[in-house]
């Protein structure tokens, strides 16, 4: 079935450092996937996204890697500042019938500290 | 910069009562969604929304839920009859067009809805 989840809960990284976040998913029918960031208290906010046809993708301070062999999506965030704290979700946009949805993952708490 | 605006902000309600959840989308989009978030819990996919009819639901839009949009700028989400499993921050969502090719979902605030 649909289903795309998260192998780190909780990842503390000291400010500077670089965060990887990762994602595991199971439905390999989609095109997109994407990051989203939610801080406390806020909707879920659009990071970057990667077509299935690429294996890198590159922003600002922010790369995602797809590897689609093992159907594994990863964040990676250099030199991680106080204002990246916050939860991370990987997403399916799942297309369907002329519509689209997001598959969500369960998330992963990023806390970075000074 | 446009933005999907909600509200209210937190909406305290007590079981078996109807509660309606607005939300004004960015203006020019025409694709609107809802999603909820159970505290603590990955963000749930309810439904979509496009040329005032549902274009696709989930198993937890049942007939307690419905959707509007009453005029040109609101969509709202109302649940007839709260139950206390409905407790969850409701995000609404839109996006300009949908398709093949990824367009983006821009998420509004959210609204915490308390079911007592």
């Known amino acids: 079935g649909e289903s795309v989840g998260l192998h780190l809960p909780t990842l503390s990284v000291q400010e500077g450092d670089n965060s990887i976040i990762n994602c595991a998913y199971s439905?390999?029918?989609?095109?997109?996937f994407i990051w989203y960031k939610q801080e406390s208290g806020k909707g879920p906010q659009f990071i970057i996204d990667i077509r299935s046809n690429m294996d890198k993708r590159q922003g600002q301070r922010v790369t995602v890697l797809l590897n689609k062999t093992v159907k594994h999506l990863s964040l990676q965030i250099a030199a991680t500042q106080p204002g990246d704290s916050a939860v991370y979700f990987c997403a399916e946009d799942f297309f369907s019938g002329g519509y689209n949805k997001l598959i969500f993952g369960a998330g992963t708490r990023l806390a970075v500290h000074p | 910069e446009p933005e999907v605006t909600q509200t209210p902000s937190h909406q305290v309600t007590q079981m078996g009562q109807e509660v309606i959840l607005r939300c004004v989308p960015i203006s020019n989009h025409l694709y609107f969604y809802w999603y909820r978030q159970i505290l603590g819990q990955k963000v749930e996919f309810l439904v979509s929304?496009?040329?005032?009819?549902?274009?696709?639901k989930s198993e937890i839009f049942d007939d307690q839920f419905s959707v509007e949009r009453p005029d040109g700028s609101n969509f709202t989400l109302k649940i007839r009859s709260t139950k206390l499993e409905d407790s969850a921050m409701y995000f609404c969502?839109?996006?300009?067009?949908?398709?093949?090719?990824?367009?983006?979902?821009?998420f509004g605030p959210g609204t915490r809805l308390t079911v007592l």
């Open positions: 929304f496009y040329n005032n009819e549902i274009s696709e």
């Open positions: 439905n390999s029918a989609s095109d997109y």
């Open positions: 969502a839109s996006s300009e067009e949908a398709g093949i090719s990824y367009n983006e979902q821009f």
